[in-house]
């Protein structure tokens, strides 16, 4: 028979509570410091762009000027008189960093089809697994839909969304409007794709506070997905395991919406050669399947990153901090803290976890952080599946997305829009897509009163 608990007035899975209850820990001195001495107290703007000098050896600080120059860089065609930001295309989906992470935050989904997919891609594939177990490129068109071109060579074509609502009732009668986009094609110069195509619409995500996310333990992340199987209430998160092409063997997954990319460095060069085209070390080949013969003649020189220019676009990224919560000693705060545990969401969204020795840069190490993620691959259910395995992440499963900074996300970039097609308007629509191993969580925010519901988003809103 399962032991149940009483909890502030509900009734609990012991080992819920205990998972939970692990999980936060005795509140400290260091309560708001979410991303331990990489923490910003900056709560404008600029809150995902902040960078603690402090923390930066003297040695590197034009190193991190310079990561920091690259990733603000709109970059150019070569050959160019400046080759240190030369390299785009041939085919392209936008010519900097920040064109899809604007301020180093969130991108946002268009609200209609005749807007452009400023923020977002379409990753294509077709079944099959790649020669490193990866999803398998669309023959004409690749892994993704890149609708620029360089002079000579035409974009791919265009990728645009139709919007589908529905509405959702509470137990208390308030009525929420949900909305699921459906991707469409048009102008593709290769004619139609593949009748087995699968496709995965993806925003943006922030980028701040991603190298303490690489410097967590590999163990730790696996004793994680272990205690939530041993807790048996249906939520079980699992490692992806993916190509770390500097390596060259399998590592655990760590980023990307599918934690399909196991290191900082390899998901910016990633990044690099599918949303920009330019190669590097880690990925030499140019994004020219041989149908697009155009792209295909182009003779740059590979790789076109410069030496060192990696390196410094890795460097800035493990020094952007992370903002401080808020307003958290409040009432309706901690109010909301508590419900959020009750709800089982920190089974999934762990609010505590340590950084362990990390000799890309040791200051990294030994930090106490609250990035609300575990890092591991969740299944959603049917209604969140965009049907497109990517190493062992089945069409269903999403790493969890730390909620670290979620509340500045509109003063930071003017929206408040959530979930890996931008489908979210807001965070209890978030809530209420999620299915699968959520759908307990999801149900029991569902039950709130206005009240406590109030509560529970008014603490998400102080991360």
């Known amino acids: 028979m399962m032991h149940l608990e009483r909890k502030n007035g509900g009734w609990l899975p012991a080992a819920l509570v205990l998972l939970a209850s692990l999980a936060w820990g005795p509140a400290g001195a260091g309560e708001a410091a979410a ?84 923020s977002m891609l379409v990753r294509l594939s077709i079944p099959g697994r790649d020669a490193h177990g990866g999803p398998l490129p669309e023959p004409v068109y690749g892994d ?95 490692p992806n395991r993916v190509w770390d092409a500097a390596r060259q063997r399998q590592a655990l997954g760590r980023f990307g919406l599918k934690a399909n990319q196991p290191t900082v460095r390899q998901q910016i060069a990633g990044a690099l050669a599918g949303d920009m085209g330019i190669t590097s070390v880690l990925f030499p080949e140019p994004n020219c399947p041989p149908a697009q013969q ?14 060192g220019a990696l390196e410094e676009m890795t460097l800035y990224h493990y020094l952007l901090a992370v903002p401080a919560p808020r307003n958290q000693g409040g009432p309706q705060v901690r109010r909301g803290r508590r419900l959020f545990a009750e709800a089982g969401c920190a089974s999934c969204h762990q609010p505590r976890l340590r950084t362990g020795p990390f000799p890309g ?27 497109r395995p990517d190493y062992q992440a089945s069409g269903s499963q999403w790493r969890t997305p730390p909620l670290w900074g979620l509340g500045l996300l509109p003063t930071v970039n003017g929206h408040g829009t959530l979930l890996h097609d931008g489908r979210a308007r807001n965070v209890l629509e978030a809530i ?32």
């Open 432 to 463: 209420l897509w999620h299915g699968g191993e959520a759908s307990r969580s999801r149900e029991a925010v569902r039950r709130l009163p206005a009240a406590e519901r109030e509560a529970l988003l008014a603490f998400l809103a102080s991360l």
């Open 144 to 238: 993704q839909l890149n609708e620029f071109g360089i002079p000579g060579v035409p974009g791919e074509g265009e990728a645009y969304l139709v919007w589908e609502s529905r509405e959702e009732q509470l137990a208390d009668g308030t009525r929420v409007e949900l909305r699921a986009p459906r991707v469409a094609f048009r102008g593709l110069i290769q004619g139609p794709m593949h009748p087995e195509l699968m496709t995965s619409v993806r925003v943006a995500p922030p980028i701040f506070g991603l190298g303490l996310l690489e410097a967590v333990p590999e163990a730790d992340i696996l004793a994680l997905a272990r205690a939530q199987k041993k807790a048996g209430q249906g939520v079980a998160g699992q």
């Open 35 to 118: 991303g331990g001495r990489f923490t910003t107290r900056d709560q404008g703007r600029d809150a995902y762009q902040q960078i603690l000098w402090d923390l930066v050896p003297a040695a590197e600080r034009e190193r991190v000027l310079a990561g920091r120059g690259l990733v603000r860089q709109t970059w150019v065609i070569s050959p160019s008189l400046e080759p240190r930001i030369a390299g785009l295309g041939p085919t392209y989906n936008r010519p900097a960093c920040i064109s899809c992470h604007p301020r180093n935050g969130r991108g946002a989904a268009p609200d209609d089809q005749a807007r452009p997919m400023h």
């Open 361 to 387: 840069f040791p200051a990294l190490g030994g930090q106490r952080i609250q990035p609300y993620t575990d890092l591991l691959l969740h299944d959603m259910g049917p209604e969140l599946a965009d049907g």
């Open 294 to 307: 155009a792209c295909a003649a182009q003779s740059d020189q590979h790789p076109e990153l410069v030496p």
